[in-house]
């Protein structure tokens, strides 16, 4: 093997890699991929509340409300902190609230999938699993999330740009190469 060989295998995840954007941003499906290069576990925040709620995300937001579920929200992302290094996808709203991000920050490493609302939209145009968007105008409701949360989760310790037509393996790719650039996050192993 070439001595510049920068291949997957030769590459040691050190802090949790934390998944922030928007809903459509493709942080569940680029976070599996990237797991899976990186040899390590995947988890999902909002899949392991609705495990331990059982319940959905909209039956628990239409249940107990939005401070409700952000509260549990916090909590589970504090557990999986706490956990061995992973990749870890959060619901688009975990990133809004100031606790979260600088508990990711101090424990793991948050990673923006940045998306133009475009983009998005088109993921999630189809889909009746995002209860946000349960309005009478969903793309205008979209507008006014994005417009809201892109200037906060420009906060994040790394930018990866997603957009149309990127395979998911490729946005993983991307992933893998902005964390080179932190070598307390992600080392090459000697």
Do not use: C
Request: charged share 30%; glycine share 6%.
């Amino acid at each position: 093997m070439d001595s510049r060989d920068t291949s997957v295998q030769a590459l040691k995840l050190k802090k949790t890699v934390v998944l922030v954007g928007m809903m459509g941003a493709g942080k569940t499906a680029v976070g599996r991929a990237l797991a899976q290069a990186l040899h390590v576990p995947f988890r999902d925040s909002d899949a392991e509340i609705e495990r331990a709620a059982n319940m959905t995300i909209a039956e628990i937001f239409a249940r107990d409300g939005e401070p409700f579920f952000r509260q549990k929200e916090a909590q589970v992302i504090s557990r999986l902190l706490d956990g061995p290094p992973a990749v870890l996808s959060t619901g688009g709203g975990a990133y809004m609230r100031e606790t979260n991000r600088r508990m990711i920050t101090e424990r793991g490493v948050a990673v923006w999938l940045d998306a133009e609302l475009p983009v998005l939209w088109n993921r999630v145009k189809h889909k009746n699993t995002r209860p946000l968007l349960q309005t009478s105008d969903p793309r205008g409701t979209l507008r006014e999330i994005y417009e809201q949360r892109v200037p906060v989760y420009a906060l994040s310790d790394l930018k990866v740009p997603s957009e149309q037509g990127k395979s998911i393996e490729a946005m993983a790719g991307r992933v893998i190469e902005v964390l080179k650039t932190r070598p307390d996050v992600l080392q090459e192993d000697e």
